[in-house]
């Protein structure tokens, strides 16, 4: 604290990000990362960008990758926004799109981020129950809301909801904005980029930071109605108008010419979250359904505080939220197979 800041930084409460390790090897399943690396195409690219890559400024517009992203996807580059991950992305959406003088609706259970965000630009929010089973029940935010967000999959249970859910919600709410953060779709569920052209109050926001295993290179982008994304820019022409660099707009771009690499890491993934799954199972964990490069179970019989501090103690870290109702689960990225093993082995030794 200091009497030198701004009223509103004492009433932040910032996010707290998953540990990077600096130091140990330790087997790291606690960010989501994606085990692969990115496309060779992507590295590729990233070498040929000569010196003017790094001497002049880059496209403010970052056209290149706009470009990339539309044709991926369908729609034309005027639907398309990107910035510094889609953390960067979400933050100038709640800016932008999502403060009214209705409260922001988003799940109790979801991305922590998005309180901070409320927190940040003073925006009223209501959090809305999970069901039983930790799903978004769409009906339950069909009543008053000045916007609405969720992730899906949600985060950190990894539950889908079906897209025919969400078309009832736009249906349902049309004057609302809703932003759907689908950080982790790629790994088993339909987009909603596929409502935009009907729903001009639709936002998606995608990441390559998991199915592209780009979280280093910092990219995301939203997709939406024009009237959305020229709300986006307008923020983010007030607030840095190079939003990405150089190497980042030739790299990201590349990773969407290399489809088939893309597809064969998220199957891998999603083979191993269900060999993983499996194996939870068998060792007593209930592990929730997931769409997601993650995996949310609890032991019924053994503290998940005391558990993932044994999994350090064998060099595995996992991520667990000191939340209500979530405070008995772990939240576990899926690894390589190996990786996978060995949590799997440092959990036997630890649940004894
Ligand atoms: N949304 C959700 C639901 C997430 O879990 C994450 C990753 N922490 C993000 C957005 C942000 O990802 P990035 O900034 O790496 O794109």
Avoid at 28 to 54: C, F, I
Avoid at 319 to 325: Q, S
């Amino acid at each position: 604290m200091s009497r030198f800041w701004s009223p509103i930084v004492h009433t932040l409460t910032p996010y707290v990000p998953g540990e990077q390790p600096k130091l140990q090897k330790l087997v790291k399943l606690n960010t989501n990362e994606n085990p692969y690396g990115p496309s060779p195409a992507v590295l590729a690219a990233m070498h040929e960008a000569n010196s003017d890559a790094l001497r002049l400024y880059p496209d403010p517009n970052a056209d290149q990758l706009k470009d990339a992203i539309a044709a991926y996807h369908g729609l034309g580059r005027e639907h398309v926004f990107v910035g510094n991950g889609s953390d960067e992305v979400l933050a100038h959406a709640f800016c932008a799109l999502l403060k009214h003088d209705k409260p922001l609706l988003f799940p109790d259970i979801s991305y922590s981020f998005y309180p901070v965000y409320c927190g940040l630009y003073q925006i009223d929010y209501r959090t809305v129950p999970l069901n039983d089973a930790f799903e978004i029940d769409v009906a339950d935010y069909e009543g008053d809301a000045g916007a609405i967000i969720f992730p899906n999959p949600n985060a950190p249970t990894g539950r889908l909801l079906p897209l025919a859910d969400i078309e009832r919600l736009l249906q349902r709410q049309p004057d609302v904005v809703v932003v759907i953060d689908e950080a982790y779709i790629d790994f088993g569920g339909d987009s909603a980029i596929a409502l935009i052209e009907r729903y001009p109050n639709l936002l998606v926001v995608q990441t390559l930071s998991k199915s592209r295993s780009l979280a280093g290179l910092r990219v995301g982008f939203a997709l939406g109605h024009l009237q959305l994304i020229e709300a986006l820019e307008r923020v983010k022409n007030s607030f840095n108008s190079y939003p990405l660099d150089r190497l980042a707009i030739v790299g990201a771009s590349a990773s969407f010419g290399d489809e088939a690499y893309f597809r064969a890491t998220c199957d891998k993934v999603i083979a191993s979250r269900e060999r993983l799954g499996a194996a939870l199972a068998s060792l007593g964990f209930d592990v929730l359904p997931s769409a997601a490069n993650f995996v949310f179970a609890r032991h019924p019989q053994h503290d998940a505080g005391r558990l993932a501090a044994g999994l350090r103690e064998h060099g595995v870290i996992v991520r667990h939220f000191k939340a209500p109702r979530i405070d008995q689960h772990l939240r576990i990225s899926i690894g390589t197979d190996a990786e996978c093993d060995a949590l799997i082995a440092a959990l036997r030794t630890t649940l004894g």
